[in-house]
């Protein structure tokens, strides 16, 4: 693969989970690489690997974190992302389905999000009141 093909926008931010990595671009794409047996690259298939840099699809990613087979992700939109490993139900999603592809969570306005071990933490703003919410998912 030709680096030219990476040089041409820098990486705005990475993470790192148990062996795959997420990165954003500063023109708002998500890429991500490494080992994919629960579908934590977010590529619509849940096993191999990704040895280089893949997008998934869309543009105007913002933030991200991953947990060890997870991901999480918002957009410049405020909408909240996730996909990967879910046996714990820490994708937020109203069950324990892995999902390969980026899942919105229901609604608008997630200000902050964190991922760790099979555990998720998101900060929601209200747009009624604009009062901080903190909706977490936390197992141990």
């Known amino acids: 693969v030709s680096q030219s ?3 041409s926008v820098a990486i705005s931010y990475a993470e790192s989970g148990g062996n795959h990595t997420i990165a954003t ?6 890429w991500v690489w490494g080992q ?4 934590q690259l977010g590529i619509n298939l ?8 893949t997008q998934i699809p869309g543009t105007q990613w913002n933030y991200i974190d991953i947990g060890t087979y997870h ?3 918002t957009k410049t939109d405020g909408t909240l992302w996730s996909w990967g490993y879910n046996g714990s139900g820490q994708l937020g999603i109203n069950g324990t389905v892995d999902r390969s592809s980026p899942t919105q969570i229901p609604g ?3 200000n902050s999000i964190s991922a760790g071990g099979n ?13 901080p919410v903190s909706v977490s998912r936390i197992y141990v």
Do not use: C, H, M, V
């Open 25 to 30: 671009k500063t023109d708002g794409t998500l």
């Open 36 to 39: 994919n047996q629960f579908g």
């Open 119 to 131: 555990t998720t933490a998101s900060i929601k703003t209200d747009a009624f009141n604009e009062i």
């Open 5 to 7: 093909r990476y040089r």
């Open 71 to 73: 991901a999480l992700a």
């Open 108 to 110: 608008t306005q997630w």
């Open 46 to 53: 849940s096993s191999g690997y990704r040895s280089s840099p």
